[in-house]
């Protein structure tokens, strides 16, 4: 048989080509995506918006600040919580009334600290502690009152701390008293200025038991344990007077340490009649 000549038998159909424009389609959404995923990457994913700024669900963003605290702010701009590098919390800062205080005119007595007396303007006096110790550790905002202070249950508080120095207003925002402190090293920041504040007769935290003793020696020492403080000295000006000062104590010995040195307690003192004993 004869060879068939070469090209003389029937051709495969031609292959088809795949449309360009599909192609082009194709690989513009590739790149694409690529470039979505690049992009998530190098902004760290999970909805950060900006280094240290984390944009919740709803809204408010939680933001770090140069000196290690965070701000929590809603979505209309407001800050609702500062939260500050040693964990302690603050409704917002405060602005700054007057000139500072110097340490030596701030003397705890039973009805003042110097010269911001019980019943002043609470924003006044917060003001005026902010103009001499900068921004309080901790800041309560308006609460409703538990006792634990020393103030009565369900009054409107609010509860500003510098360090180990707790200063208690009552009433409402724009509208409001200085009512008690209480100086207390347990509350922390035992190294802050607050901590050499001093009363009338020069008595300090972390003064020995014997010192209190002697500071007072005209005065009425006793001892006495409260539920929420435990075991406490009380002065008094006699035995049977109301007290004057009183706080924290290690135990009743000598060597033992005065932790805490707190005014009379605000809710004792709406009933307590005008005295004219001196203010330790």
């Known amino acids: 048989m004869a060879a068939r000549p070469r090209g003389s038998g029937p051709r495969r159909p031609p292959k088809p080509q795949p449309n360009p424009w599909l192609v082009g389609l194709a690989l513009a959404l590739v790149l694409a995506t690529i470039g979505v995923v690049a992009f998530g990457l190098m902004h760290g994913g999970g909805g950060t918006t900006a280094a240290g700024t984390t944009t919740l669900a709803d809204g408010p963003t939680t933001s770090s600040l140069p000196d290690g605290a965070t701000t929590t702010t809603l979505g209309d701009g407001a800050v609702s919580t500062i939260t500050l590098p040693d964990g302690g919390t603050a409704t917002g800062t405060i602005a700054p009334i007057g000139d500072p205080i110097p340490l030596s005119d701030l003397k705890l007595s039973s009805d003042d600290i110097g010269p911001l007396d019980f019943g002043a303007d609470g924003d006044e006096v917060l003001g005026r502690l902010?103009?001499?110790?900068?921004?309080?550790?901790?800041?309560?905002?308006?609460?409703?009152?538990?006792?634990?202070?020393?103030?009565?249950?369900?009054?409107?508080?609010?509860?500003?701390?510098?360090?180990?120095?707790?200063?208690?207003?009552r009433g409402e925002p724009g509208d409001n008293a200085f009512v008690s402190y209480r100086l207390d090293v347990r509350y922390g920041g035992v190294s802050s200025d607050t901590t050499d504040i001093a009363t009338l007769s020069g008595l300090r935290v972390l003064d020995t038991v014997a010192e209190l003793r002697a500071t007072y020696s005209n005065y009425s020492v006793e001892f006495a344990v409260d539920q929420n403080v435990g075991l406490t000295f009380q002065l008094k000006l006699t035995q049977n007077d109301s007290v004057l000062l009183w706080g924290p104590v290690d135990s009743q010995a000598d060597d033992a340490l005065v932790t805490g040195i707190y005014s009379p307690d605000a809710c004792d003192q709406t009933a307590a009649t005008t005295t004219t004993a001196p203010g330790a």
């Open 130 to 169: 902010v103009a001499t110790f900068g921004q309080p550790t901790d800041d309560t905002g308006f609460i409703v009152g538990s006792g634990a202070f020393g103030e009565c249950p369900g009054w409107s508080i609010r509860v500003v701390n510098w360090g180990p120095l707790v200063i208690v207003v």
